[in-house]
C-alpha cells in the first residue's frame, strides 16, 4: 500500500479517477482525504473548462478565402521576389559573368514593368452610410416586444414588422462589421415575418392590408437603397449582401403573389439576449389564455433584467434605464394585467400567487445587485429601479398611481387622502 | 488524440484543398482562441492571434511533415506568435476584464462570482503554468504533446501541470469546498 502524499502527486497528475491503477483506486476508497482532493481536482478542472466554453468565438465569415488571398504573391515586392528568383535559378545555371549581368538588368526592368502593368487588386472602399444613429438591435427589440401585450390587432402587426425592419437594418450594419451575425440575423428576421407580421396581416381588413404593404415596401426599399450603395464589396459582402437579398425578395414575394407557404426552418436556438427576446415574443402569438401569457411575459421580464444587469455593469446607464421603462412595461401590462384577468376567469388558483412572486424576485435580484454593484454599475440599476417602480406596485395588487395634480380636475376623480389638510 | 478525419483534412489541406483547411479552421478556431484569449488578458488579442496562427500555418502547411501532428504544431505556431508580440508575459491580471459573451443568467449569479474568481486565480499564475494548464484541461492533451507544443520535455510538462493544480487548489479550496 502506498502512502498519501504519493497517491497525491499521481492525482495532481491524471485527469480523471477512471486512469489510476486498481490499488490506488482501492486505496481511494479507503482513504477520505485522498477522496476528497481527487474530487476537488475534478471541481477545479470542470470549472475552468466551463470558463473557457463561455470564450465563445465564432469562425470569422470568409476567413479562410482571406487567409489564401492574404497568401497569393499579389504584392509588388512578391512580384519581384517571384522574378528574382527565377533570375538566380537562370545564373546557377550559367555561370558567365555577362549572362549574369544581362539576366539581372532583364529581371529588374521586367520586374518593374511587370509591377507597373499588373495593378494590385483594389482595396473595397467601405463608407458606413447607414444608420449612423440607430439604437442597439438589443434595446430596439426590447422596446417593440415590451410593448407587444397592448393595443389592437394593427399595432401588433406593426410592432412585429418594426422588429423586422430592426433586424434588417441590423444586417445591413454588420455588412460593415465582419458580416458574421448575418446568417443568424436573416434566420431570425424569416421567423419574425412568417411567424408575426406575415400572418398576423392576413388577419388585417382589406383598407388596413393596403396600408401596412406600402409601409412594408418603403422598408424594404430603404434597406435595398442602402445594399446599393456598397459600390466594390469584397467577397464575404457579396455573400452577405446576396442573402440579405434574398431575405427582402421572399418577404416581398409572399405579399405580391400571395404565398403563404412557409418552408420550416432548421430550429435555430437563442444565443443572445435580443434573440431570446423575440423567441419568447413569437411564443405570445400562439396563446390566447391569459395565464399563458403572463407566464411568457415573466420570461421576457427574465431576460430584460438579464440585459439591465449586463448594461449597468459595462456602465451604459442610459440603455439600463431604458430597459428599466420595458420592465416596467412588461410588469404592468404584460404579468400583472394578464394574471388578473386569468384572476377574474377561474379565481384562487395557487399558480397565480406563484407566478406573481417569481416575478417580484426579479424586482429584487436587481435590488440585491444594487447593493452587491460597484459604483459605475449603480447608477444604471438605479435608473432601471426607478422607472420600473410602477410595474412593482402593481404587482404587489397596489393599483394604479394616482394622477398629476393638473387631472385632479377631471371629473369624479377623488383627491388623494389629507390634499385639502395640506393646501 | 487526432481524429483520422483531420488527417485526412491535412493531407487534403497540404495539396491545396482550401475547403479541407476550412474544416481545419472550424475544428481548432474555438480551442485555440479561449487558449490565446485567456493567456493574451484579451479576447480581441486572442482572435488576432488565432488569425495569424491560421495564416501561417496555411503558408507553411508544406512543411509539416506528420499530419496526427498538425494540432501541436499550431498551437506551437500560435505560442510562438504570443511570445514574439510580448502579450503573453505581460497579460498577468488583465484576464478579470474580459466580458462575458452574454448576461449572465439571474439565477446564477453566485456561481458567477466563483467563476470570476477562478479566473483573477488563473491569471495570476506565472505564465509558464498558466499556459499548460489551460492547455492541459480543455482538450485530451497528452504530456508528450504538450511538451512538443511548448517546447518542453515531458517531465517538466507533469510537473508544470501539477505545480499549476496544486497552486489553484491551495487558493481555491475554500470555494471548492462549498462547491462540494
Same mark, same amino acid.
Given at each position: 500500500?502506498?502512502?498519501?502524499?504519493?497517491?497525491?502527486?499521481?492525482?495532481?497528475?491524471?485527469?480523471?479517477?477512471?486512469?489510476?491503477?486498481?490499488?490506488?483506486?482501492?486505496?481511494?476508497?479507503?482513504?477520505?482525504?485522498?477522496?476528497?482532493?481527487?474530487?476537488?481536482?475534478?471541481?477545479?478542472?470542470?470549472?475552468?473548462?466551463?470558463?473557457?466554453?463561455?470564450?465563445?468565438?465564432?469562425?470569422?465569415?470568409?476567413?479562410?478565402?482571406?487567409?489564401?488571398?492574404?497568401?497569393?504573391?499579389?504584392?509588388?515586392?512578391?512580384?519581384?521576389?517571384?522574378?528574382?528568383?527565377?533570375?538566380?535559378?537562370?545564373?546557377?545555371?550559367?555561370?558567365?559573368?555577362?549572362?549574369?549581368?544581362?539576366?539581372?538588368?532583364?529581371?529588374?526592368?521586367?520586374?518593374?514593368?511587370?509591377?507597373?502593368?499588373?495593378?494590385?487588386?483594389?482595396?473595397?472602399?467601405?463608407?458606413?452610410?447607414?444608420?449612423?444613429?440607430?439604437?442597439?438591435?438589443?434595446?430596439?427589440?426590447?422596446?417593440?416586444?415590451?410593448?407587444?401585450?397592448?393595443?389592437?390587432?394593427?399595432?401588433?402587426?406593426?410592432?412585429?414588422?418594426?422588429?423586422?425592419?430592426?433586424?434588417?437594418?441590423?444586417?445591413?450594419?454588420?455588412?460593415?462589421?465582419?458580416?458574421?451575425?448575418?446568417?443568424?440575423?436573416?434566420?431570425?428576421?424569416?421567423?419574425?415575418?412568417?411567424?408575426?407580421?406575415?400572418?398576423?396581416?392576413?388577419?388585417?381588413?382589406?383598407?388596413?392590408?393596403?396600408?401596412?404593404?406600402?409601409?412594408?415596401?418603403?422598408?424594404?426599399?430603404?434597406?435595398?437603397?442602402?445594399?446599393?450603395?456598397?459600390?466594390?464589396?469584397?467577397?464575404?459582402?457579396?455573400?452577405?449582401?446576396?442573402?440579405?437579398?434574398?431575405?427582402?425578395?421572399?418577404?416581398?414575394?409572399?405579399?405580391?403573389?400571395?404565398?403563404?407557404?412557409?418552408?420550416?426552418?432548421?430550429?435555430?436556438?437563442?444565443?443572445?439576449?435580443?434573440?431570446?427576446?423575440?423567441?419568447?415574443?413569437?411564443?405570445?402569438?400562439?396563446?390566447?389564455?391569459?395565464?399563458?401569457?403572463?407566464?411568457?411575459?415573466?420570461?421576457?421580464?427574465?431576460?430584460?433584467?438579464?440585459?439591465?444587469?449586463?448594461?449597468?455593469?459595462?456602465?451604459?446607464?442610459?440603455?439600463?434605464?431604458?430597459?428599466?421603462?420595458?420592465?416596467?412595461?412588461?410588469?404592468?401590462?404584460?404579468?400583472?394585467?394578464?394574471?388578473?384577468?386569468?384572476?377574474?376567469?377561474?379565481?384562487?388558483?395557487?399558480?397565480?400567487?406563484?407566478?406573481?412572486?417569481?416575478?417580484?424576485?426579479?424586482?429584487?435580484?436587481?435590488?440585491?445587485?444594487?447593493?452587491?454593484?460597484?459604483?459605475?454599475?449603480?447608477?444604471?440599476?438605479?435608473?432601471?429601479?426607478?422607472?420600473?417602480?410602477?410595474?412593482?406596485?402593481?404587482?404587489?395588487?397596489?393599483?394604479?398611481?394616482?394622477?398629476?395634480?393638473?387631472?385632479?380636475?377631471?371629473?369624479?376623480?377623488?383627491?388623494?387622502?389629507?390634499?385639502?389638510?395640506?393646501? | 488524440?487526432?481524429?483520422?478525419?483531420?488527417?485526412?483534412?491535412?493531407?487534403?489541406?497540404?495539396? +491545396? #484543398? &482550401?475547403?479541407?483547411?476550412? /474544416?481545419?479552421?472550424?475544428?481548432?478556431? *474555438? =480551442?485555440?482562441? $479561449?487558449?490565446?484569449?485567456?493567456?493574451?488578458?484579451?479576447?480581441?488579442?486572442?482572435?488576432?492571434?488565432?488569425?495569424?496562427?491560421?495564416?501561417?500555418?496555411?503558408?507553411?502547411?508544406?512543411?509539416?511533415?506528420?499530419?496526427?501532428?498538425?494540432?501541436?504544431?499550431?498551437?506551437?505556431?500560435?505560442?510562438?506568435?504570443?511570445?514574439?508580440?510580448?502579450? +503573453? #508575459? &505581460?497579460?498577468?491580471?488583465? /484576464?478579470?476584464?474580459?466580458?462575458?459573451? *452574454? =448576461?449572465?443568467? $439571474?439565477?446564477?449569479?453566485?456561481?458567477?462570482?466563483?467563476?470570476?474568481?477562478?479566473?483573477?486565480?488563473?491569471?495570476?499564475?506565472?505564465?509558464?503554468?498558466?499556459?499548460?494548464?489551460?492547455?492541459?484541461?480543455?482538450?485530451?492533451?497528452?504530456?508528450?504533446?504538450?511538451?512538443?507544443?511548448?517546447?518542453?520535455?515531458?517531465?517538466?510538462?507533469?510537473?508544470?501541470?501539477?505545480?499549476?493544480?496544486?497552486?489553484?487548489?491551495?487558493?481555491?479550496?475554500?470555494?471548492?469546498?462549498?462547491?462540494?
Amino acid at each position: 500500500m502506498r502512502n498519501c502524499s504519493a497517491i497525491r502527486a499521481i492525482l495532481y497528475e491524471c485527469r480523471t479517477t477512471d486512469e489510476l491503477a486498481p490499488a490506488i483506486r482501492e486505496h481511494l476508497q479507503g482513504c477520505a482525504s485522498c477522496r476528497q482532493l481527487a474530487r476537488w481536482l475534478h471541481k477545479l478542472d470542470q470549472h475552468t473548462q466551463m470558463l473557457l466554453r463561455n470564450h465563445r468565438s465564432s469562425v470569422p465569415l470568409g476567413l479562410v478565402e482571406c487567409l489564401h488571398r492574404t497568401a497569393q504573391p499579389t504584392s509588388k515586392p512578391s512580384r519581384l521576389a517571384i522574378l528574382l528568383k527565377l533570375a538566380i535559378g537562370f545564373m546557377e545555371k550559367s555561370l558567365r559573368l555577362h549572362w549574369l549581368i544581362g539576366a539581372a538588368c532583364l529581371s529588374f526592368v521586367l520586374g518593374l514593368a511587370l509591377g507597373w502593368i499588373i495593378k494590385p487588386e483594389p482595396q473595397a472602399t467601405v463608407q458606413v452610410h447607414f444608420p449612423e444613429h440607430g439604437k442597439p438591435l438589443l434595446i430596439a427589440v426590447a422596446r417593440h416586444v415590451s410593448e407587444l401585450s397592448q393595443g389592437t390587432l394593427w399595432d401588433r402587426h406593426r410592432k412585429f414588422a418594426l422588429l423586422n425592419r430592426e433586424l434588417q437594418n441590423e444586417a445591413i450594419r454588420n455588412i460593415f462589421g465582419g458580416c458574421d451575425q448575418i446568417p443568424q440575423l436573416a434566420y431570425w428576421y424569416r421567423r419574425v415575418w412568417w411567424e408575426g407580421t406575415r400572418s398576423l396581416y392576413d388577419r388585417l381588413p382589406a383598407e388596413e392590408q393596403h396600408l401596412a404593404q406600402k409601409l412594408l415596401r418603403q422598408d424594404w426599399d430603404s434597406g435595398r437603397r442602402e445594399l446599393a450603395k456598397i459600390t466594390t464589396p469584397t467577397l464575404a459582402q457579396q455573400e452577405a449582401i446576396g442573402l440579405i437579398g434574398t431575405m427582402l425578395a421572399e418577404s416581398e414575394d409572399s405579399l405580391t403573389q400571395q404565398k403563404k407557404a412557409f418552408h420550416p426552418l432548421a430550429q435555430l436556438e437563442p444565443s443572445t439576449p435580443a434573440e431570446r427576446m423575440i423567441h419568447t415574443s413569437l411564443a405570445l402569438l400562439r396563446h390566447e389564455d391569459p395565464y399563458q401569457q403572463a407566464l411568457i411575459h415573466n420570461e421576457l421580464a427574465k431576460t430584460i433584467v438579464q440585459s439591465i444587469i449586463f448594461m449597468s455593469d459595462s456602465a451604459q446607464h442610459e440603455q439600463a434605464a431604458e430597459l428599466g421603462e420595458c420592465f416596467n412595461l412588461v410588469l404592468t401590462q404584460g404579468v400583472a394585467s394578464n394574471l388578473d384577468k386569468a384572476e377574474k376567469e377561474t379565481p384562487q388558483r395557487p399558480e397565480f400567487n406563484e407566478l406573481r412572486q417569481n416575478t417580484l424576485q426579479l424586482t429584487q435580484i436587481l435590488e440585491r445587485h444594487l447593493q452587491q454593484g460597484n459604483s459605475a454599475s449603480q447608477k444604471g440599476l438605479q435608473r432601471a429601479i426607478e422607472v420600473s417602480r410602477q410595474g412593482r406596485g402593481r404587482l404587489l395588487g397596489k393599483g394604479p398611481a394616482w394622477k398629476k395634480f393638473d387631472d385632479w380636475s377631471e371629473k369624479g376623480f377623488k383627491r388623494p387622502p389629507g390634499w385639502e389638510k395640506k393646501q | 488524440m487526432i481524429a483520422p478525419e483531420e488527417i485526412d483534412w491535412v493531407n487534403r489541406a497540404k495539396l +491545396g #484543398d &482550401r475547403d479541407a483547411f476550412g /474544416l481545419l479552421v472550424q475544428q481548432y478556431w *474555438q =480551442p485555440l482562441c $479561449a487558449w490565446l484569449g485567456r493567456l493574451a488578458g484579451h479576447r480581441q488579442q486572442g482572435e488576432d492571434l488565432a488569425q495569424e496562427a491560421f495564416l501561417k500555418a496555411w503558408v507553411n502547411l508544406s512543411q509539416l511533415h506528420e499530419p496526427r501532428a498538425f494540432r501541436v504544431w499550431l498551437f506551437r505556431i500560435a505560442r510562438r506568435l504570443l511570445h514574439s508580440t510580448g502579450i +503573453g #508575459d &505581460r497579460s498577468q491580471g488583465l /484576464l478579470r476584464h474580459i466580458p462575458a459573451d *452574454q =448576461p449572465p443568467p $439571474a439565477d446564477c449569479i453566485v456561481e458567477k462570482e466563483g467563476t470570476n474568481r477562478l479566473a483573477e486565480e488563473i491569471a495570476s499564475l506565472p505564465t509558464h503554468y498558466r499556459e499548460i494548464y489551460l492547455l492541459w484541461v480543455q482538450d485530451e492533451w497528452t504530456f508528450s504533446e504538450l511538451a512538443e507544443a511548448l517546447g518542453l520535455n515531458e517531465a517538466t510538462a507533469r510537473w508544470r501541470v501539477h505545480k499549476a493544480r496544486q497552486i489553484l487548489l491551495e487558493r481555491l479550496k475554500d470555494w471548492l469546498a462549498q462547491e462540494s
